[in-house]
Each structure stands twice: as structure tokens, then as C-alpha cells.
């Protein structure tokens, strides 16, 4: 069964250093987004994407965060520079269609701030 | 923004009988709901969805519930196995929107053997 990838797994950083999250959404799907959940909180949308641009962020979803498409399988999440509060699983999903459809997730990275 | 709540933060039953997991929604554009189940350290995965213009989705020991009049959906397992102690998420999808998900807090489901 086909299913969301998500590179590293866990990521450990210093302050103010910029990380890469990397995924793999399912080959069809044409809507990606990313999550994050930090630890003990609810899962919080971030920003979806579809042909290419953002279609919607949050307002966590500052400067400090893009979103690429560089090829035709990954989608990456970037930090610039991080921060401690940065500290949190992030998810990628990825679904058929923007509404009344399934989003399928990954396994997601566990990012730690120092 | 408590859009959708779960207010139960965990509960426990015993292997064999029903698990009911309950979620309230306050915004009335919501027209799409799905349910994940979530292990540590893993991934939400997808388990049942209804539409709004549904009243009930039945999916083997998986049946989700809509009342719409009272913004209340709720997960029924029956009958539970130890293996779905995980915690449940109730995820809604607002009309018109680029597909965010908008999740509830979690509750922790325990099936006691």
C-alpha cells in the first residue's frame, strides 16, 4: 500500500540553525501539508500546498518557515532559523483532493531545538 | 481555537466490549470529518470519515455517528482488542477550504485484556 515517507526521523539542532524536513507524499496525490504537534498539544496545521504555491498557512507559519517542491516526488518543510519553541514532531500528509477526501500522513520527524 | 473538542482525555474498557469516543464541533461549515488513530512516536492513520451529509459510516468494528444538529460525531468499536488501545483523533475539514485539518485534542483509549 502506497504511503507518505518522511526523512530524518529525528533531528537534533542548535538554536538558530536552519533544517530541512523532507517527505515523500503518495506518487498521486496532488495536495501536500504539513503538521506539527508539540509535545502534549493537539496536531496543528501549518500550510498546504498544491500546483506549486501555497494554497494556505497558519500563523504559526511565519518567515521563518517555506515550503518547496524541488522535484517531482519530495516536498520539503524549511526552518531558517530555528528556535526552541520549534521543538516538535512535524507531520507531512498528503491527499487526492483538497476537500472531503483523506489525508494520508507520515511517519513524521521528531525535531529537537538545543 | 477550539473548534473541535474531545473532552475526554482518556478512557478505558474492556477487551470485547464497545469503545465510544465522542468529538464536538463548533463551526457549522465543517462538511467533511475523519477520525486517526495515533501510536507514540508514529504518524495519524486514517481509519473512518463521514460527510456532512451523512448520518452514519460503518467500516468492520468501525462506525462513526454524525448529529449534526448537535455538532457531535461520534467513533464506535465493538467489539475493542487490546490492540486498539492508541489515541483517537477527530479531524474536520472546513467547506471551501485548501483541505486543513482542524484536530481535537486526543483521547487516549486503553483496552484492558
Known amino acids: 500500500e502506497p504511503e507518505v515517507t518522511q526523512t530524518p526521523s529525528h533531528q537534533v539542532t542548535q538554536m538558530g540553525q536552519e533544517v530541512i524536513l523532507r517527505c515523500v507524499p503518495i506518487?498521486?496525490?496532488?495536495?501536500f501539508y504539513w503538521y506539527r504537534q508539540i509535545l502534549g498539544q493537539k496536531v496543528e496545521f501549518l500550510v498546504s500546498?498544491?500546483?506549486?504555491?501555497?494554497?494556505?498557512k497558519s500563523e504559526i507559519f511565519d518567515d521563518q518557515f517555506s515550503v518547496e517542491r524541488p522535484d517531482g516526488s519530495n516536498f520539503t518543510l524549511k526552518i531558517r532559523s530555528t528556535k526552541l519553541e520549534d521543538s516538535a514532531m512535524y507531520f507531512c500528509?498528503?491527499?487526492?483532493?483538497?476537500?472531503?477526501?483523506?489525508?494520508?500522513f507520515g511517519p513524521g520527524t521528531r525535531l529537537l531545538v538545543l | 481555537d477550539q473548534q473541535v473538542k474531545q473532552n475526554s482525555p482518556s478512557l478505558s474498557v474492556q477487551e470485547g466490549r464497545i469503545s465510544i469516543l465522542n468529538c464536538d464541533y463548533t463551526?457549522?461549515?465543517?462538511?467533511?470529518f475523519l477520525w486517526y488513530k495515533k501510536y507514540p512516536a508514529e504518524g495519524p492513520t486514517f481509519l473512518i470519515s463521514?460527510?456532512?451529509?451523512?448520518d452514519k459510516n460503518e467500516d468492520g468494528r468501525f462506525t462513526v455517528f454524525l448529529n449534526k444538529s448537535a455538532k457531535h460525531l461520534s467513533l464506535h468499536i465493538v467489539p475493542s482488542q487490546p490492540g486498539d488501545s492508541a489515541v483517537y483523533f477527530c479531524a474536520a475539514i472546513v467547506s471551501g477550504n485548501t483541505g486543513k485539518l482542524i484536530f481535537g485534542q486526543g483521547t487516549t483509549l486503553q483496552v484492558k485484556p
Open positions: 463521514i460527510s456532512s451529509i451523512k
Open positions: 463551526n457549522s461549515m465543517f462538511d467533511y
Open positions: 506518487s498521486n496525490h496532488l495536495y
Open positions: 500528509a498528503s491527499s487526492e483532493r483538497d476537500t472531503e477526501e483523506t489525508q494520508y
Open positions: 500546498f498544491y500546483n506549486n504555491e501555497i494554497s494556505e
